[in-house]
């Protein structure tokens, strides 16, 4: 766990560093360069994702479970199972506003 923690850490402190050092070389540009707005859409749609399919395991195995002891229940649980699915679909309204 420790490790894992360091890991973490070291992998972080990377990143922010490789992303000021692109910031510190072009300060005369206005305009961010084009690479930061797909970088930006490509976040916005990867992380809803993960936490959808995350929900949607969730809910999908709770559902199927309520299904198999209550039938009549099914279509209450496909609700839930809808809304966890829209939290990709909001993260790709997301990036489309940003490309935009």
Do not use: C, H
């Not at 972080?12 to 072009?26: D, P």
């Amino acid at each position: 766990m420790k490790m894992n923690t360091a890991f973490i850490l070291a992998l972080t402190a990377v990143i922010a560093f490789t992303a000021l050092a692109g910031a510190a070389v072009a300060q005369d540009e206005a305009n961010p360069p084009q690479e930061y707005k797909f970088l930006s859409m490509a976040i916005a749609v990867s992380i809803p994702s993960i936490g959808a399919g995350y929900a949607v395991a969730k809910t999908g195995t709770a559902a199927a479970a309520t299904i198999t002891e209550r039938p009549e229940l099914f279509g209450r649980t496909i609700v839930y199972v809808g809304m966890a699915e829209g939290i990709a679909i909001y993260g790709l309204l997301i990036a489309f506003l940003i490309w935009i």
